[in-house]
Structure formats: structure tokens, C-alpha cells
T-cell receptor, first 112, second 116 residues
Framework: NAGVTQTPKFQVLKTGQSMTLQCAQD?????MYWYRQDPGMGLRLIYY???????DKGEVPNGYNVSRLNKREFSLRLESAAPSQTSVYFC???????????FGNGTRLTVT | AQTVTQSQPEMSVQEAETVTLSCTYD???????LFWYKQPPSRQMILVIR??????QNATENRFSVNFQKAAKSFSLKISDSQLGDAAMYFC?????????????FGKGTKLSVKP
């Protein structure tokens, strides 16, 4: 049982380049999330999708777009990367109700 | 707005001793859940323990227990018989449920060191 799978694990971009972070879960969860983790800041929500076909902004959505491709997949796109987007990105999912989040192993992104 | 505050950026404990990590939260919701996550150097986010706000009894998972004070909006984590493998970042998180989006809001974390 793979759980939540994120690709890639590491990425280096130059300022202005674009890329898409991929996330897939095989637990049939309804909700999916993208967080970024920066030193001393904890995890901050970028975007989330409460169910297939819906997406909503979180605390720090600027500079990002998301797509909930189907129930399994939720991608995060950086259209024009900036050094301020250097961070570790986590995808997570959970079923409905009060269940906790299940996390992927994160993507370390560096923008130079 | 929902907030979670961890006032201890770093903590240290001697192996086999007990340590308590502090967390306070603020929410206007009546239904919510609280969690502690552990993040070792591997970067993996691991659920340690969870507490339903409607339950008065404090949650316990082996060496991990919480002190949930609903009126004070406090949710501390106690680690007993600390082990070297407990060294990690610990994050407190709050999940609103029952009409809200169901987002998990995290504190900034406490880095726990365990001395042999």
C-alpha cells in the first residue's frame, strides 16, 4: 500500500522556470492538500481540494496553481518560480470527517 | 481565524526522562480535533497522537500522552521514558470539523533533542 506518493523528491529550478509537482494517493481519500514547510514557520497550507472537482486557496496561494485531475491525483504548479518558493513541499490526503492527514515524503525545491 | 501556537522552539531531555511540549490553540468552532505529528530528520510526517475535543479523557499512545485543557485551549504532549529515537521536530495541529473546510493548521514546531 503506497499511501501518498510525491514526485519528484528533489528539484532545482532557475528563477522564472516552471514546473509541476505531482501527488497521487491510493487510499480513496476525498480531500487532498498541498503544504509548504519553511524553517521556523511550520507547515503552511497552499491549496486544498475537499473533493474531486473542487479546489480552494489556503494561507499562502500566491504564485501557485493546482489541479485535482481525478480523485487520486492533485498537482501543484509553479508558473514562474521565484527564490521565495524555495521550500519543502508536502502533499497530504484524508478521508472525510475528523481523520488525520496522511502525508507524502515531501519534495525539496530549490530556486536559484 | 484558527491559530496554533508552540512557544518552545527547542527542548532537550535526558534519555529515559520525561518531557512536556506545549501547545495552545484558538478556534471558534465547537467541533474540532487536535493532533501531534513527529517529523524526524527523514522528513516524514508521522502521526503521534490525536484528541477529539468532545472527549474529556486525555488520549494516550504508549509512552505518549496529552494534557488537554479545553477551557484554557491547551494541548500539551508528554513523552515518558524518552528514547534517542524520539529526537525530532514535533508539530501540534488543529482540525476544525462541522461546517468548516476541514483544514489542518499547524504550529511552528518544537525541536526535541534527546541526550544519551
Amino acid at each position: 500500500n503506497a499511501g501518498v506518493t510525491q514526485t519528484p523528491k528533489f528539484q532545482v529550478l532557475k528563477t522564472g522556470q516552471s514546473m509541476t509537482l505531482q501527488c497521487a494517493q491510493d487510499m480513496n481519500h476525498n480531500s487532498m492538500y498541498w503544504y509548504r514547510q519553511d524553517p521556523g514557520m511550520g507547515l503552511r497550507l497552499i491549496y486544498y481540494s475537499a473533493s474531486e472537482g473542487t479546489t480552494d486557496k489556503g494561507e499562502v496561494p500566491n504564485g501557485y496553481n493546482v489541479s485535482r485531475l481525478n480523485k487520486r491525483e492533485f498537482s501543484l504548479r509553479l508558473e514562474s518560480a521565484a527564490p521565495s518558493q524555495t521550500s519543502v513541499y508536502f502533499c497530504a490526503s484524508r478521508p472525510t470527517g475528523e481523520s488525520p492527514l496522511h502525508f507524502g515524503n515531501g519534495t525539496r525545491l530549490t530556486v536559484t | 481565524a484558527q491559530t496554533v501556537t508552540q512557544s518552545q522552539p527547542e527542548m532537550s531531555v535526558q534519555e529515559a526522562e520525561t518531557v512536556t511540549l506545549s501547545c495552545t490553540y484558538d478556534t471558534s468552532e465547537s467541533d474540532y480535533y487536535l493532533f501531534w505529528y513527529k517529523q524526524p530528520p527523514s522528513r516524514q510526517m508521522i502521526l503521534v497522537i490525536r484528541q477529539e475535543a468532545y472527549k474529556q479523557q486525555n488520549a494516550t499512545e504508549n509512552r505518549f500522552s496529552v494534557n488537554f485543557q479545553k477551557a484554557a485551549k491547551s494541548f500539551s504532549l508528554k513523552i515518558s521514558d524518552s528514547q534517542l529515537g524520539d529526537a525530532a521536530m514535533y508539530f501540534c495541529a488543529s482540525l476544525n470539523y462541522g461546517g468548516s473546510q476541514g483544514n489542518l493548521i499547524f504550529g511552528k514546531g518544537t525541536k526535541l533533542s534527546v541526550k544519551p
